[in-house]
C-alpha cells in the first residue's frame, strides 16, 4: 500500500542523528532525478543540509547558506539579495547564471541572473525548511532547464509528524527583530498540513538611518494521501522589503598582486553604507515620460504570490505517474545606491561644475554651510532605480515512469516527461546621479557651485540619467519567455551496479520589445516652474525606437552516469554531462539582438560540458565524499558596471578542474562537518579582448568547517568559511577567513535560548572590487565587503 511506502520514505528522509550516521548517504536524492536514490547508491554530487544544521549557522539570506556547501561559491554580501552564485569554477557575475533556485522541485524563476531580479532575491529561509539539496552538476543539465551547473532545491515541511516552533529573534548589537512560526500535523490517516512564516523589522547589520527592513512571508501545504498516491497544494505569500548593499567607497593601496585594502576615515566598509537619512527620496522619468517618487528605502522590494500543487499516482503495478504545477504572480523593486565615482570632494566638484567650482551641503545638519575642507573625500552616485513591474511565471513538469523487475536482468526505469514554463521580464529603469559625502552613517547629499556662484545640481541631484557610464541605463522591458523541454530517463540497477541516462531537448522562445534613451531633452522634472542645470538633459526612453525580440532556439542536453557499490559502505561513481543555459535579456543593448529581433545561436543559448567521478565512503565514526571534476563552458554576458559609457559585452572561453571533498566526523558528542574544494580555472579563449586568455576567474580554494559539540540540554560550535586569493580582473581579491559561532542551551522541555555570532574577528572579506583594472593612482576604489561582526540571540520553542 501506498501509505507504507511513504512511512518508509519519510523515515529515510528524516534528519538523522549524530550518533547514527556521518554524511547522510542513506538519504534518498529527490532533486533532478526521476526516481529517487540513496546517495551512495546515486551518480551524482549531492550535499544536504537538514533544519538543524541552517539553524545553526543562522544565515543571513536563502543563498548565504549556500556557503557551506562544497563546491559552491556564493558571494551573499548584497543583503537579502542579489549574489552571485556558482559552482566548479564556471563564470560567476550578475546572478546565479548556470545554476537554479528552486522551491520543491520547480523553479524560482527561469532564469538565475535576471538584472536586478534574481531568484535568491524571492525565496527566504524560515521554519518553514524542511532540508536544502545541492545537485552539482550531473543529471541537473537534464531535469531542469537553464541549470547545468546544479540545482539548489529548498524543499518544505509537509505535517508527516505533529509539531512546530515559535521562536522570536532579536540583534544583540544591530537594530534587528525577527518572529518566526511554522506547525504541522497529520488531520487523520488521509490528511495532512503544514503552515508557517515570518515578520522581522529593523534597520539592519549596516547603519543606513532607518528601519530598512519591514516584511515577511506565509507558506503553508495540505496534502490528502491515497492508498497509491497523493495530491498535495502548496501556497506562498511574500511582501518583504530589505535593505540593497551594493560596493562602497574604499582604499586599495599596494600592487595589483599584493592588494592592502582599508577602509577609509569615518566609513567602515563592514558595517557603513551609501544609504542615509538625507538619502531617501528620487525624482525620475519612467519609461511614459512621467515623473516618479522613489522611496530608496524600498531596496529590495519583493511581492510574490504563489500558488503550486503536486501529484503522483501508481494506477498500476509498474506505473507511476507525477506532476508539479507552480504559478507566480512577482514583482517588486531595486533600488540602492552605487558609488560610481570616488574622490576627493574638489575634483568631483571641478569635473561637475568646471575650474573653480565649490561644494556645500544640500541637506543634512550643515544644510546650506560650505564644505571647508577640499580634500575631503565624496562619491558620484548612481541610484539604480529599477520597477520591477512583472516577474511573474509558471511551471508545470509531468512525467510517466515504467518500471520493469527481472531476476535476471535487474530492474529497470524508464521515465518520459515534459516540462512547460513560463516567464515574464517587465522592468522600468530611471537612473539618477548624486554627490554625497563619504561618511559611514547619515551621509548628506552636496551641491555643486560652479565659479559665478550658480547652483548647477538640485538639491545633490548632479544628472538625471547617468553621464558618467553615457545614460546607458534608461530602459524598459517588455519581454516573455517560454520554455518547453520533453525529457527521457532510463534507469537500470542489477545487485551493486546501478546506471542511468538521459536527455533533455528545450525549444525556448522569447517574444516582446524593449527600448532605451536615444538622447536627452528639456524637462521641468520637479515642477517648480524652472528649468535647472540638471534638467536640461534628462533622458529619456525613446519608445519609437523600440525594438523587438522574437525568436525560437532550441538544444539538446545529455547526462549519463553509473555508480558501483563496492560494499555497503563503498561506492565509486563517474558521470558525462553536457547542458545549456538560454540567455534572456541580458543580451539586450550590447549587438546580442538583431535589430530585427532575431539572435545567433551561440549567443542565444551557452554550453556547459562535464566529466565527473569520485567514491563515497563512511566508517563508523568518520565519512567522505569525494568527487574529480572537469568543466568547460562558453559565455556570452554583458556587465552593467563595467566603466565609463559601456554595457560590457563578453564572449569567452572557460576552463576548469578540480576536486570536491565534503566530510563529516563524529566522536562521541563532538562532531566536525566541512568541506574543501580545489580548482584551477581559467579564461582558455576571449572573442572580444584576447589578453585575458590564461586568466583565473575563481580561488582555487573555498573552504567550510563546522566543529560542534552537543550534549543533552546543551550545544555550541565554530563555522569557518573561507577562500583563497580569488582573482578578479587584474588585480587580485584578498582572500579571507570568516569565522562564525553558535550557542544553544534548552532551558525547559522543547525551550531554547541560542545565540549565533557572525564574522565574529570582524574580518573584511570583499566579494565585489568595483574597479579591478589595477590600483589606482590615489588608492580610491569602491567594494563590497561581508557584514561586519553581528551577534543575535533567538528564544525557540518547540511544540
Known sequence: MYKNSLKTCILALAPMSVSAETLPLDTLVVTSTANPLTSIRSSVAVSTLDWEQIQQSAPSSAADILRNVPGVISQASGGEGNANVSVRGLPIGGGAKFVQFQEDGLPVFDFGDIDFGTADTFLRSDYNLDKLEVMRG????????????????????????????????????????????????????????????????????????????DGGQIKGNITRDFDNGFIRLNFKVLEDRAPVYLPVPVSITGTNSNPQVASLPGFDMRNGAMQSQYFRRDLSVNKDGQVVKTDIDDGYYSSSKVFGGEAMFEPAAGWKIKDKFRVAATSGRFVGPYPAQVDTAAALATTIGGTGATLRYANGPLSGQALSDPNALAVGTHLFNTELNDLGNFANDLNLTRTFDS???????????????????????????????????????????DANGNKVTQ??????????????????????????????????????????????YDIA???????????TQTLDVNGNGVIETPEQTVPVVNKNSTLPVDYTVSYLSYSFGANYLLNPNLAVFARVSEGGHANAERMLFG?????????????????????????????????????????????????????????????????????????????????????????????????????????????????????????????????????????????????????????????????????????????????????????????????????????????????
Open 509 to 519: 522562445t522569447a517574444s516582446g520589445s524593449y527600448a532605451g534613451s536615444t538622447g
Open 407 to 449: 531476476k535476471a536482468f535487474g530492474t529497470t526505469r524508464v521515465t518520459a516527461g515534459y516540462f512547460k514554463s513560463g516567464q515574464a521580464i517587465v522592468q522600468d529603469w530611471h537612473w539618477n546621479t548624486y554627490l554625497q559625502e563619504v561618511k559611514g552613517k547619515d551621509s548628506a547629499l552636496l551641491d555643486v557651485i
Open 138 to 213: 550531473g543529471a541537473a543539465a537534464t531535469f531542469a532547464s537553464n541549470a547545468p551547473g546544479g540545482v539548489f532545491n529548498f524543499i518544505s515541511k509537509t505535517g508527516e509528524t505533529k509539531g512546530g516552533n515559535v521562536g522570536v529573534t532579536r540583534g544583540l548589537d544591530f537594530d534587528h527583530t525577527r518572529a518566526d512560526f511554522d506547525y504541522g500535523s497529520p488531520i487523520n490517516d488521509q490528511w495532512r498540513f503544514h503552515v508557517g512564516g515570518f515578520y522581522r523589522g529593523g534597520e539592519g547589520p549596516r547603519t543606513v538611518g532607518y528601519d530598512a527592513e
Open 591 to 799: 549587438g546580442g539582438i538583431r535589430n530585427d529581433g532575431s539572435i545567433a545561436a551561440k549567443i542565444a543559448v551557452n554550453k556547459v560540458q562535464q566529466v565527473e567521478g569520485g567514491l563515497k565512503w563512511r566508517g563508523n565514526d568518520f565519512s567522505v565524499f569525494a568527487t574529480l571534476f572537469n568543466v568547460t563552458t562558453a559565455e556570452v554576458n554583458q556587465d552593467i558596471t563595467a566603466g565609463s559609457g559601456a554595457y560590457r559585452f563578453t564572449n569567452r572561453n572557460f576552463e576548469a578542474q578540480g576536486v570536491e571533498l565534503e566530510t563529516a566526523y563524529y566522536l562521541g558528542d563532538f562532531s566536525l562537518n566541512g568541506g574543501v574544494t580545489y580548482t584551477r580555472s581559467k579564461i582558455v579563449k576571449d572573442e572580444i579582448n584576447p589578453a585575458n586568455v590564461g586568466d583565473p576567474i575563481s580561488p582555487e580554494f573555498i573552504y567550510q568547517f563546522t566543529p560542534a559539540y552537543r550534549i543533552k540540554h546543551f550545544n555550541a560550535g565554530l563555522n569557518f568559511i573561507g577562500n583563497s586569493d580569488a582573482p578578479t580582473g587584474k588585480m587580485v581579491n584578498p582572500g579571507y577567513i570568516q569565522v562564525n559561532a553558535f550557542a544553544g542551551y534548552e532551558l525547559v522541555n522543547g525551550l531554547w535560548l541560542s545565540v549565533n555570532g557572525n564574522n565574529l574577528f570582524d574580518t573584511i572579506g570583499l566579494t565585489e572590487i568595483s574597479n579591478s583594472g589595477g590600483i589606482s593612482a590615489n588608492g580610491l576604489n569602491a567594494a563590497r565587503s561581508i557584514n561586519g561582526r553581528t551577534v543575535i540571540a533567538t528564544v525557540r520553542y518547540s511544540l
Open 459 to 504: 538639491n545633490g541631484l548632479t544628472a538625471y540619467g547617468e553621464s558618467y557610464w553615457g545614460n546607458c541605463c534608461v530602459r524598459s522591458y517588455d519581454l516573455y519567455y517560454h520554455t518547453d523541454a520533453p525529457y527521457l530517463a532510463l534507469g537500470w540497477q542489477k545487485d551493486d551496479f546501478n546506471f542511468d541516462g538521459s536527455l533533455r
